[in-house]
């Protein structure tokens, strides 16, 4: 993650650009490229940076990796958020979402092919070594999906199933969708497929 020391708010500030310009271009780089045929010093260069600008702020390109992922999950998680605060039917607030993670993954095609071509080996440390960071923010989007069902069945709005199951299914819907749009090379909008993914999701789930 990026480093931190005892520094004024605009040099703060300074150091958030150009931190925010090194993960753009290493999100770019390692869609391309994958991991390990990645260099620092092409993130450097596609960043419009020195290779020793890079390690100013992140430790290694492990460590740049690991912060591409977990800013943009940052981000995802932060919009589902605000959306299950909002006032409606658990079910509308359901489609919000559905609605607001298409279009994300769309705006962010780059990290949705970091995410997928994630090597096997990285991953599993990954998922050792940073199961208090990355992993838990997966598991955080679960438990918001999993509130949001369960609130519609209370409700009564969808039948008596387990919500988390549910909620792992409706993941699963939303990422196989993309999947295939990428392999489409996104040859239309994905955010078309909203009320595609929803329909198939609540027309098994609901009451009516």
């Known amino acids: 993650m990026l480093k931190a020391g005892p520094i004024s708010y605009n040099k703060r500030k300074r150091r958030r650009d150009f931190a925010a ?4 271009a290493a999100e770019k780089l390692f869609a391309q490229k994958g991991f390990y045929s990645t260099t620092i010093g ?4 596609e ?7 890079v390690y100013l702020y992140f430790n290694n390109k492990e460590d740049l990796f690991f912060s591409v992922i977990e800013t943009k999950l940052d981000i995802l998680l932060d919009k589902i958020q605000e959306t299950v605060k ?12 559905i ?12 990290f ?22 990355v992993v838990e923010k997966q598991s955080r989007y679960i438990e918001i999906l999993d509130g949001l069902i369960q609130e519609a069945i209370d409700r009564k709005e ?51």
């Open 21 to 24: 310009q090194i993960l753009q």
């Open 42 to 45: 092409e993130i450097a260069k």
């Open 47 to 53: 960043a419009k940076s020195a290779k020793g600008t």
């Open 86 to 97: 909002k006032s409606g039917s658990a079910s509308h607030r359901i489609k919000t979402a």
């Open 99 to 110: 609605s607001i993670h298409l279009k994300f993954l769309e705006e962010n095609k780059n």
């Open 112 to 133: 949705f092919k970091v995410m997928q071509n994630l090597p096997k080996g990285l991953k599993e440390k990954l998922e050792r070594k940073l199961k208090g960071r």
């Open 158 to 208: 969808a039948k008596p199933l387990d919500s988390r199951k549910l909620a792992v299914i409706l993941m699963g819907i939303v990422h196989s969708l993309t999947v295939y749009w990428i392999s489409q090379k996104g040859k239309k909008s994905l955010s078309t497929d909203k009320s595609l993914a929803w329909q198939v999701f609540w027309e098994g789930v609901s009451r009516e």
